[in-house]
């Protein structure tokens, strides 16, 4: 099995938290291939047309003709440090939140705080005069406003949980998102203003989400109805088959835990002398199932 195998495998069966990080990294390959494409043909306008369609428009013009942006431009990303440092973010703070809340509640908060983040930047935009001079011609990408929202709202969920940083030792959480927010957030407002506000409106829907959480109110439940209803859609269906399965007896299911036991051993053999490489893809499908059974 491939690397392209690998992920696929992951992805199919990794959680909610790894899908987002993939989704960003092959969107930003994808912004990357397309730039190599433009610079070889000697036009840099097709990176353009490319990050123009996927970023979402101050304009209002703009974002009648754009709508799907509101989504896509929370997974672009253009600059290699730009979706390095809020992916790490996402999986450092995506982790903690896993440990408390669960994966459709990650994908509601991702999802929600970024359209909330767009919604301030745009409306910002339309509204302060500061920007009449580049409202058209100002778009906004990444995955920041999506990353603040879920650092500031597992960090209202569990205020006092410590982790450790280096040089610092360790430290709660609520301090640390403290930081991140005024240092990414407030600090040189006037530079990368636009950016700046996105993150305000995903930090206020992660604040307000758990909030509302905590009075037994969740806002993402609507939103995870709508998107279980399109991947219903575009899920292929499965042919009804109906078989009458036979109930095992004791012995018949300590023979068949049996045999699993001696299939894992053997792959487990394969991996001490010829490493993972050597394993075939239903062997790797089935230590990865038996992984996740035992996590």
Same mark, same amino acid.
């Given at each position: 099995?491939?690397?392209?195998?690998?992920?696929?495998?992951?992805?199919?069966?990794?959680?909610?938290?790894?899908?987002?990080?993939?989704?960003?990294?092959?969107?930003?390959?994808?912004?990357?291939?397309?730039?190599?494409?433009?610079?070889?043909?000697?036009?840099?306008?097709?990176?353009?047309?490319?990050?123009?369609?996927?970023?979402?428009?101050?304009?209002?013009?703009?974002?009648?003709?754009?709508?799907?942006?509101?989504?896509?431009?929370?997974?672009?990303?253009?600059?290699?440090?730009?979706?390095?440092?809020?992916?790490?973010?996402?999986?450092?703070?995506?982790?903690?939140?896993?440990?408390?809340?669960?994966?459709?509640?990650?994908?509601?908060?991702?999802?929600?705080?970024?359209?909330?983040?767009?919604?301030?930047?745009?409306?910002?935009?339309?509204?302060?005069?500061?920007?009449?001079?580049?409202?058209?011609?100002?778009?906004?990408?990444?995955?920041?406003?999506?990353?603040?929202?879920?650092?500031?709202?597992?960090?209202?969920?569990?205020?006092?949980?410590?982790? #450790?940083?280096?040089?610092?030792?360790?430290?709660?959480?609520?301090?640390?998102?403290?930081?991140?927010?005024?240092?990414?957030?407030?600090?040189?407002?006037?530079?990368?203003?636009?950016?700046?506000?996105?993150?305000?409106?995903?930090?206020?829907?992660?604040?307000?989400?758990?909030?509302?959480?905590?009075?037994?109110?969740?806002?993402?439940?609507?939103?995870?109805?709508?998107?279980?209803?399109?991947?219903?859609?575009?899920?292929?269906?499965?042919?009804?088959?109906?078989?009458?399965?036979?109930?095992?007896?004791?012995?018949?299911?300590?023979?068949?835990?049996?045999?699993? #036991?001696?299939?894992?051993?053997?792959?487990?053999?394969?991996?001490?002398?010829?490493?993972?490489?050597?394993?075939?893809?239903?062997?790797?499908?089935?230590?990865?199932?038996?992984? #996740?059974?035992?996590?």
């Amino acid at each position: 099995m491939g690397i392209w195998d690998d992920i696929k495998l992951t992805f199919r069966n990794g959680s909610n938290l790894t899908r987002l990080i993939y989704i960003n990294v092959a969107v930003f390959v994808l912004i990357t291939l397309v730039a190599g494409i433009g610079f070889l043909l000697n036009n840099q306008d097709v990176s353009g047309k490319a990050l123009n369609l996927l970023s979402v428009p101050a304009s209002l013009n703009a974002l009648l003709l754009r709508p799907w942006t509101l989504i896509t431009y929370m997974f672009t990303h253009k600059d290699i440090w730009h979706i390095l440092f809020n992916m790490l973010w996402l999986y450092s703070f995506g982790r903690i939140f896993l440990e408390y809340l669960d994966q459709r509640k990650l994908v509601a908060v991702y999802l929600l705080g970024g359209l909330s983040g767009a919604l301030v930047y745009i409306l910002s935009f339309n509204i302060f005069p500061a920007f009449t001079g580049v409202l058209a011609d100002s778009a906004a990408i990444g995955a920041s406003a999506s990353v603040m929202a879920i650092v500031i709202a597992i960090s209202a969920y569990v205020p006092d949980y410590t982790v #450790q940083l280096f040089l610092f030792g360790r430290i709660k959480i609520k301090y640390l998102a403290l930081a991140i927010f005024v240092f990414t957030s407030i600090m040189d407002f006037s530079v990368n203003s636009g950016g700046k506000l996105a993150h305000i409106g995903g930090a206020f829907f992660g604040y307000l989400y758990i909030l509302n959480l905590k009075h037994g109110r969740d806002m993402g439940k609507g939103f995870n109805s709508i998107i279980d209803f399109f991947v219903t859609i575009f899920k292929p269906g499965k042919k009804l088959k109906v078989t009458h399965k036979k109930v095992a007896t004791e012995y018949e299911y300590n023979k068949i835990k049996v045999e699993q #036991q001696k299939t894992i051993n053997h792959i487990l053999d394969k991996i001490s002398k010829g490493g993972y490489d050597s394993l075939t893809k239903e062997e790797k499908e089935t230590l990865f199932k038996e992984s #996740q059974k035992k996590s």
